[in-house]
């Protein structure tokens, strides 16, 4: 038997809520015109944060994906979705996911075919003015973003709302049997959810949610952008003197907190390099936060590091118009957004970043789909799924200490070949979930 939504536990906290974002108002306001002091894009389009929005459409399909890794996992679905003949509006957080919607459909964004806009703000008015301005048949929230407003505000309007993609961490889960539960006194109001795995689907129907079904990762349909891995084809070739004999280690993502370790890693490689008497390898420094490009780069050349940004050595289509030479360089930092497949292109092995601190992992599959050599640190409960079917594929490796991943990478380097050869293998045998979706949203919805 379904449990009726909401409940009166959840129109407690609904009202507690609603008081509390109306008082919290000020402060996320300010909130917003802080980042954009560091990036101008937050201040941009404010009004849609309101729900205030220039352009409208009906019956569009409504997908929520707040930031840029939300966007990514949502576009081979999105694109699935465009061809049926759908429109479509996406919503989001953060301008970086805004930013890469309009990128990645630019035709679509062109034509009227799909509609990038901030997310309102968590208040029941601002989300009646959305629903007004696109009036969607359904909505797909992405993964793990389950936002109480949305929710209630979806269900008072009769708005289908499905989870997509959904997760739901066994950390998380545990958190929420020992207090209020109120995530699954949330997860009722959607109208179905359509979820990675097996083990996630189970929490989710312990919860008390409707409607679960596993359809698996969509990130395995992502297509991959031929122009970043020939920009990076270009690059390797047109530096092919200056890095020849040279292994190039993509360290993606890495996120505050876990840089002193990453550059522990480094000098601990380059050591151990050095005493074998091998070319000493190439460093690909990509932070997740684009605030933090310039201080990853004096942090590095406090270590005696011989570091270039990317910025510097191609222009604005991945060029290489400079006279820069490689060969002397330790470390490139990847100070740009929305090239990551660019930067996992150029490496034989990448370390993703989020694994050595306790908020964990962040996405694998990316260099999975690549055929990389994959490693990871001991905080991959983000990514529980996808990274221990993968551990037990061996198509990733998983270690537990900065030492450890330094002797691991110089030791892998030789047998790169074969590891590559498992990921090949574990990325194509989990292929499919953009279809198994389309399936349930027809079967949830009609």
Known sequence: METAFPSKTMRIALVVY??????????????????????????????????????????????????LGEMRAAAPLIRALI????????????????????????????????FPVYVPLEFNWAYKRFFKAFSPKYGLVMEIEIWPRMIAS??????????CNGHYPLRSFQRDQRYLKL?????????????????????????????????????FDQNIPEHLTAAAANL????EQALRGRTI???????????????????????????????PPLFVYVPRAPERFDQMGTLLQQE??????????????????????????DVLLGDSLGEMYFYLALADLVIVGGSFISSGA?????????????????????????????????????????????????AITAQAEQANQHAEAFYNDHKGAVARTLVAIDEIIR
């Open 183 to 219: 995530r699954g006194h949330l997860a009722t109001g959607f109208t179905g959810l359509l979820i990675k795995s097996t083990s996630d689907a189970e929490r989710f129907k312990a919860a008390g949610a409707p409607n679960v079904i596993v359809t698996g990762e969509l990130r």
């Open 236 to 239: 390797l070739l047109s530096q």
């Open 249 to 279: 280690i993509t360290i993606a993502s890495a996120v505050e907190g876990e840089d002193d370790k990453y550059i522990e890693a480094i000098q601990r490689i380059r050591k151990i390099f050095a005493d074998r008497q091998d070319a």
């Open 18 to 67: 609603s008081w509390l974002m109306a008082m919290l108002l000020p402060v996320v306001i300010l909130y917003i015109y802080r980042r954009a002091r560091k990036d101008k894009r937050y201040s941009d389009h404010l009004g849609e944060r309101f729900g205030n929005y220039p352009a409208s459409a009906k019956n569009a399909v409504w997908i929520h994906a707040v930031s």
């Open 362 to 410: 962040h996405n694998v599959i990316e260099p999975l789909a690549l055929k990389k050599t994959v490693l990871v640190g001991p905080f991959i409960w983000t990514i529980a799924h996808t990274a221990e079917t993968a551990i037990e594929a061996k198509a990733l490796i998983k270690v537990e200490t900065i030492a450890e991943l330094s002797k691991t990478v110089a």
């Open 154 to 163: 979806a269900h008072r309007y009769k708005i289908p709302l499905l989870l």
């Open 83 to 114: 061809d049926k003949g759908e429109i479509i509006v996406t919503t989001h957080f953060t301008p970086a996911g805004r930013a890469a919607a309009q990128t990645m459909f630019a035709d679509e964004y062109k034509y009227g075919k799909l």
């Open 304 to 329: 005696n590091l011989a570091v270039q940004k990317r910025s510097k050595i191609l222009d604005s289509t991945l060029d290489d118009h400079s006279d820069t030479d490689l060969s002397d360089v």
